[in-house]
T-cell receptor, first 118, second 112 residues
């Protein structure tokens, strides 16, 4: 597709369930970011991939959060044993540039996956 | 650490009014600065950027100037339209990955 695609767009989970959120970045984009956006707040950084390498996971809030990008394209964010405080919109963004290539913060965002934990 | 602070919203204006949304930042080194916009039902998209002090970013009638002396990057538009109604996010990027740090967002509502 032409843009960053995320699925599912909406997910309702019961507390304690595991969820998986998928991101299809723009084809050929080197960098991929995950952000968490709580209601009425700005996006908060979770993790960053350069191709298949996870170079920064400093924003993951707990060890219940796990992200992967095994072939350097599609990425999955997994949240285990969901809690109510995990309710948020999860945004994926990609960029054609990586470290050392002039990456500047011009990111292309998907529409997000809205997670509601009951 | 690095951070971005925006004026709280919502901001409600009449069509053709002048818009200012304040943004200040704290950062080590020389960050790049951005305004992203989120229209209803859509994803975040880049509105404008500035990569060094005194640079002015502009797009769609919006402008912002990178002021290092006041650590600010205020967004302005001379005459807003109803179609400008959206949430505006100020952001900075430092380091070499392009990672963004966002402000909390400011909702703009423009009434006919």
């Amino acid at each position: 597709g032409a843009g960053v695609s995320q699925s599912p767009r909406y997910k309702v989970a019961k507390r304690g369930q595991d969820v998986a959120l998928r991101c299809d970045p723009i084809s050929g984009h080197v960098s991929l970011f995950w952000y968490q956006q709580a209601l009425g707040q700005g996006p908060e950084f979770l993790t960053y991939f350069q191709n298949e390498a996870q170079l920064d996971k400093s924003g993951l809030p707990s060890d219940r959060f796990f992200a992967e990008r095994p072939e350097g394209s599609v990425s999955t964010l997994k949240i285990q044993r969901t809690q109510q405080e995990d309710s948020a919109v999860y945004l994926c963004a990609s960029s054609p540039l990586g470290p050392g290539q002039g990456a500047t913060g011009e990111l292309f965002f998907g529409e997000g996956s809205r997670l509601t934990v009951l | 650490g690095n951070s971005v602070t925006q004026m709280e919203g919502p901001v409600t204006l009449s069509e053709e009014a002048f818009l200012t949304i304040n943004c200040t930042y704290t950062a080590t080194g020389y960050p790049s600065l951005f305004w992203y916009v989120q229209y209803p039902g859509e994803g975040l998209q880049l509105l404008l950027k500035a990569t060094k002090a005194d640079d002015k970013g502009s797009n769609k009638g919006f402008e912002a100037t990178y002021r290092k002396e006041t650590t600010s990057f205020h967004l302005e538009k001379g005459s807003v339209q109803v179609s400008d109604s959206a949430v505006y996010f100020c952001a900075l990027s430092s380091g070499n990955t392009g990672k963004l740090i966002f402000g909390q967002g400011t909702t703009l509502q423009v009434k006919p």
